[in-house]
């Protein structure tokens, strides 16, 4: 987050959900998976593997620092795969080579942001449920149930289609090993497989960032919906919350549809782009849910 005036309106564990420590924890995730798998179908020696899946521990890397010399690089990746060539190479040095290996910075940081939008929007969503468990019990304000009901269908429709791995690089052309490899991690990973290369199947993605921007949309109408039954002098902050977060969420589901026409292989500068509206969404929908569940709480 940029600023105090963002900050204040986000509970710690929504600054957290996307803050440098899950970050870096994610994209070591994917590069432990990665290498085990490579090394599962004989692309990378079994030693090396259990080298580079031993080292991706959170706790062994200052993640504070790589996020920050990430500004100097453009890309996320980069001084996170620096790091941890660095630090493999302190324990058997002769895996340095099969670390990162056949992946494009591209992959591991779209694979990591599908990995940490899965676990944002199960604990956004499980948020929202609440919401809908205490409505129908209270029996107040039914007519706000249905919509959420139809976010957490499209969601799940959605995030099946959308939520999956990426390894359209290099990988992607080691015909049946490449297939094998980028299964297993999904597996491991407990994301899907794609049906089709990255740079024809945006659609579904920006179909599940629509969904999300929807979702923050009726939050933002029941926030409403709630601060008509309550005294100006007593509005309730998580309802607050929500309608700050509804006014931001249009404005980056337009960033992301912008982003369609790009090319596979997209110019700096467009890639950060999408990841800042993309990660700003998120926080979005998950700041309004976590708002008026501890409203609806106290109510």
Known sequence: ??????????????????????????????????????????LIPVEAARSIAGTCKVELFDAPKIVRDSASSGSLAQPLVKSLRETVGLF???????????????????????????????????????????????STHLASVAPLRRSLQRLEHSGADALAVQLGGTIAGMAAQG?????????TLGLAVPCAPWDVQRDAWLA?????????????????????????????????????MARRAPQRAAGLLSS????????????????????????????????????????
């Not at 959900?17 to 998976?33: C, D, I, K």
């Not at 949309?217 to 998580?238: I, K, N």
């Not at 993309?278 to 700041?287: G, I, N, P, R, Y």
């Open 1 to 42: 987050m940029s600023s105090v005036f963002d900050d204040f309106l986000h509970a710690p564990e929504v600054l957290e959900s996307f803050g440098a420590q899950r970050l870096v924890a994610a994209m070591l995730q994917v590069e432990s998976a990665l290498a085990q798998a490579q090394a599962d179908h004989g």
């Open 92 to 138: 058997n040095p002769s895996a340095v080579p099969f670390v990162h290996f056949e992946c494009t910075r591209q992959d591991l940081v779209d694979t990591t942001m599908a990995l940490m939008t899965q676990r944002a929007l199960a604990v956004t969503c499980a948020y929202v449920q609440n919401c809908v468990d205490r409505l129908e019990r209270t």
């Open 179 to 187: 297939a094998a490899v980028q299964a297993q991690v999904a597996a």
């Open 208 to 244: 599940l960032g629509c969904d999300v921007a929807l979702l923050v949309g009726s939050l933002g109408t029941l926030a409403r919906t709630l601060l008509s039954d309550t005294p100006e002098d007593s509005s309730p902050a998580g309802c607050l919350i929500a309608l700050a």
């Open 260 to 299: 369609m026409p790009h090319a596979h292989e997209r110019n700096l500068g467009f890639w950060q782009a999408d990841q800042s509206d993309w990660t700003q969404l998120l926080m979005s929908a998950h700041a309004s849910a976590w708002g008026l569940a501890q409203t609806l709480q106290k109510s």
